[in-house]
């Protein structure tokens, strides 16, 4: 009778792509070189132009972040005036609420009251203005192909998600978007009292004849919209379900982000004498900006 015996590997990093085993240094070691190679559902691409989504006519050089954000999950990024910054929903059911700051004092943050107040307009779209509450602008949504957005809601809460979902904790499976916001918002040496209220891109709210919030879900598959930074912004991200979306369950899929050099809006561009309101708006960012030296 012939004995076969399973075959036996003396390559470390062959072994542990099978066993995924951890238990001492040399074995993580193995383990994490063995993990190297592969694609992860949700991973930033370093560097940013290695990103295999890089958007259609974007040099994949030019790109200062490249990332796909899991469900669940948060990200951030310091980026320069100019930037722009592509948010993406493959799937159809992503929810990206995002926070903007003032990279240089970030004290000046997005203020959704004066984001809705300015433009006369509630609803966020092509055009729009996301202001501080110091009158300038962080940041204007220069292309939109989704249309379903929202202004009022914010994200989840700590209370929300555990009254909903049993766990609200980042560390869970269904973790409050404002418990996200604040691991990123550490990672830039801020705190609790510096989340302000958010706006969401992907998951829509209209205001009802009554004064009720009407959740309008997804455009579908395949979406995008697009930012540029209008000064230097600290952005914050969580991709978490809407604090109104009605389906029983945490309902949420990648995000991908990715941005690059641009320009930032400018004196004579359709979107800045779109009112004397939004005008008056970018002309305070220029002085601010001249006045602190980012401009000449």
């Known amino acids: 009778m012939t004995e076969v015996h399973a075959a036996h590997t003396t390559d470390p990093v062959s072994d542990a792509r099978a066993s995924h085993t ?20 949700a991973m930033p691409y370093v560097p940013a132009s290695t990103s295999p989504y890089c958007p259609p006519g974007v040099a994949p050089e030019s790109l200062l972040w490249a990332e796909t954000v899991a469900g669940g999950g948060y990200t951030h990024r310091l980026l320069p005036r100019g930037a722009r910054i592509r948010f993406e929903d493959p799937a159809g059911d992503a929810c990206a609420h995002v926070l903007l700051y003032n990279a240089r004092e970030p004290a000046e943050r997005l203020n959704i009251a004066d984001t809705q107040k300015i433009p006369w307009q509630a609803y966020v779209g092509t055009g729009h203005p996301l202001l501080s509450g110091d009158g300038r602008v962080l940041a204007t949504v220069v292309e939109d ?33 404002r418990e996200l916001f604040l691991l990123a918002a550490l990672k830039h040496g801020l705190g609790e009292r510096d989340l302000p209220p958010s706006v969401s891109f992907f998951q829509g709210v209209r205001v009802a004849p009554d004064g009720s919030l009407d959740f309008t879900g997804s455009a579908g598959a395949g979406r995008h919209v697009d930012l540029v930074a209008e000064m230097p912004l600290i952005v914050l991200v969580a991709n978490v379900p ?5 389906r029983p369950g945490y309902h949420v899929t990648p995000l991908r982000v990715h941005a690059w050099a641009s320009a930032p809006t400018n004196a004579g561009d359709q979107f800045w004498n779109a009112s004397p309101e939004r005008e008056r708006a970018y002309l305070n960012t220029l002085d601010y900006l001249t006045s602190t030296g980012e401009l000449s």
């Open 242 to 246: 809407h604090p109104i979306d009605p």
């Open 22 to 41: 951890t238990d001492s240094v040399l074995a993580a070691r193995a383990d994490a070189r063995a993990r190297a190679g592969e694609v992860a559902e």
């Open 145 to 177: 192909s989704s249309g379903h957005h929202d202004a009022f809601c914010g994200t989840s809460s700590p209370e929300l998600a555990r009254s909903r979902y049993g766990a609200w904790l980042p560390e869970s499976a269904t973790p409050a978007g």
